[in-house]
């Protein structure tokens, strides 16, 4: 079982590593490639038609502008679908983003931040935690890894006082 990342250009991979940088962490396979919704339409379908026999369980789609790239892969799959819009080009991703979250009923696209990859990578292993336990049990130990970080850092700053505890951040 892997995770099938698709991105419109290589523009994309400074972005798109932040998510296989989480996968790696957490031992996830996955699949990375580029295909274009709208420059290499024919491969993009063919690509979603066969994931689910390539093994793949769940789709990170990622792309900028006119981001057609994840709805039109949830439209040649039944596998659920992470969209992930970037933010490239003069409107700085809120394109991406509306073309992305405003699919049509009956076509559905789960939509993450823009530019948020890490957070396409940490849903994408909470769906494969609804099936699996060693995954939710990975969800449930990144929870309390941030929860404890954050506490580390209000115990820090009830010691040291604000100012103090900004110089060691310098
Ligand atoms: C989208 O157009 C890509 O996902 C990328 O974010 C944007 C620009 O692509 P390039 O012109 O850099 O290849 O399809």
Redesign the pocket.
Known sequence: MKIGII??????LPVIVECTEVLEKFGLEYELRIL????TPNEVAKWAEEAEERGVAVIIA??????A?PGVVAAHTDLPVIGLP?A??PLVGLD?LYSIVQMPPGVPVATVGINNARNAAYLALRILGVANPEHRLMVRNHRAEQTEKVLIKDSLLQEKGVKRYMEGKK
Do not use: Q, T, Y
């Open positions: 991105i419109g250009s290589d523009s994309d274009s919704a709208h420059r990622a792309a900028g502008l006119a981001a790239l970037l490239s080009g991406a």
